[in-house]
């Protein structure tokens, strides 16, 4: 077997893997797979056939992640974690999370035709939910991995008033046990993540892989605002509240603040609104915020500030307004030692070593609670993500495939 047999592999696994979708033409609508769903199932089972045949042992946690491990001779042996999230946004792309499951598995068969003895594990996680999309549940599968399980998490509802610990119940998982996901850092040697860049750098700088430096904090916030029902026929329509002119006020007070400053990304990406009938005015609409920027100071500032435009407009508005932060993680640095070594691995193939920064937040993030952590991004076109459009190449993936095969021949030759 050869790292070109490897590369075909993984588009072949990805390709695959696309159709555990609630769209039907993965191609056009692009792939929606959301945590403790039938995809999820569906997408489990194959990683796991993937990850047999590749010579792996396979278990599945009580939060839904799916580990497969390349088990090394010596018991006493520590493991080298690779991995990323086996969910998407609504119609994502192909190859957001599931580039950094299936190129590693493909790394692990190409090890395990030649026989190859490492002097420690290698552990591929496909986490079951970082975008959260479901249930609001950003990072779940890594932070119960990282020990810092967000339990609060659990009682979390989707649209159907489903719970998010029914949902792993169904799909055989003990949430109430979710403490056993958590790995002991001292058996650990690191976390690798192989990502698609998100962002058009490599892309125009006709490179196919970089070193990533650390990773964006962000903040992830919902707010409900309430006004009053009224028909539109209603008498008293100079008074009334509309909850979702609210909204659009937030919205408009967000991008305002952001669309100026190349370091602050900010983006309401979901809204709901009741009840939702033509002739009805709002009365209640909810809408999540996120906001990004690699400086925490400046991020929590402008965060501040947000809020006191945002109240004050509400109170202009005679609306209510209730906020609950779901989810905050201050920037974090990749391990210089594994990124070294990553830089290495890339300069050992000729390539030039380009370091970049990641605006979007991933798995690797919560796994630095646990254990050093490196980071690989690879070209996406254009700079295309969470969209029907995402590509990579093959011969992007045959770069990503023998700089990992020179980072982990390295690291076993310490
Ligand atoms: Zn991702």
Redesign the pocket.
């Known amino acids: 077997m050869t790292i070109a047999n490897a590369t075909s592999l993984t588009w072949h696994w990805l390709e695959e893997l696309a159709n555990c979708s609630e769209t039907q033409e993965p191609n056009s609508e692009g792939v929606t797979r959301f945590c403790a769903t039938p995809e999820h199932r569906r997408a489990l089972s194959m990683l796991s056939s993937y990850m047999y045949d590749s010579g792996m042992d396979v278990r599945k946690d009580n939060a839904g992640n799916l580990i497969g491990r390349y088990t090394c001779a010596n018991p006493k042996a520590k493991t080298l974690i690779f991995g990323?999230?086996q969910d998407t946004v609504p119609n994502g792309g192909k190859y957001?999370?599931a580039l950094g499951i299936t190129l590693p598995i493909a790394l692990v068969h190409y090890f395990n035709r030649h026989r190859l003895d490492l002097p420690f594990n290698i552990d591929v996680i496909a986490f079951s939910d970082?975008?959260g999309t479901r249930f609001q549940s950003t990072l779940f599968g890594s932070k119960a991995v990282a020990g810092r399980p967000n339990i609060a998490l659990l009682d979390h509802t989707d649209s159907n008033g489903i719970t998010l610990q029914q949902a792993l119940g169904e799909m055989g998982c003990k949430p109430e046990d979710i403490e056993k996901c958590a790995y002991n850092p001292e058996t650990v040697i690191g976390f690798v993540e192989t990502?698609i860049e998100?962002g058009p750098v490599l892309d125009n700088e006709d490179l196919s892989v970089a070193v990533v430096t650390g990773i964006t904090g962000l903040e992830r916030h919902v707010i409900t605002i309430s006004g009053e029902t009224h028909k539109l026929n209603s008498p008293n329509l100079d008074s009334k509240q509309d909850a979702l002119v609210g909204a659009a006020q937030v919205i408009s007070i967000l991008n305002s603040i952001c669309k100026h400053d190349f370091e602050l990304k900010g983006v309401v990406g979901k809204i709901s609104n009741f009840p939702n009938g033509v002739n009805v005015i709002p009365q209640r609409t909810e809408i999540t915020i996120e906001l990004r920027c690699s400086d925490d100071e400046k991020r929590q500032q402008t965060s501040q500030r947000l809020f006191s435009e945002i109240n004050q407009a509400m109170e202009e508005l005679n609306l209510s307004i209730h906020s609950e932060l779901l989810y905050e993680q201050k920037a974090v640095t990749c391990s210089p030692q594994l990124s070294d070594k990553m830089a290495a691995a890339i300069e050992s193939h000729d390539l030039p070593v380009r370091k970049l920064f990641s605006d979007?937040g991933?798995d690797a993030l919560t796994m630095s609670h646990l254990t050093d952590i490196a980071m690989l991004f690879v070209r996406c076109k254009d700079g295309i993500t969470h969209h029907p459009k995402e590509s990579i190449t093959t011969a992007d993936i045959r770069v990503a495939l023998e700089v990992l095969e020179r980072f982990v021949l390295n690291l076993a030759s310490e």
């Open positions: 990323s999230h957001d999370g970082e975008e990502h998100q979007a991933h």
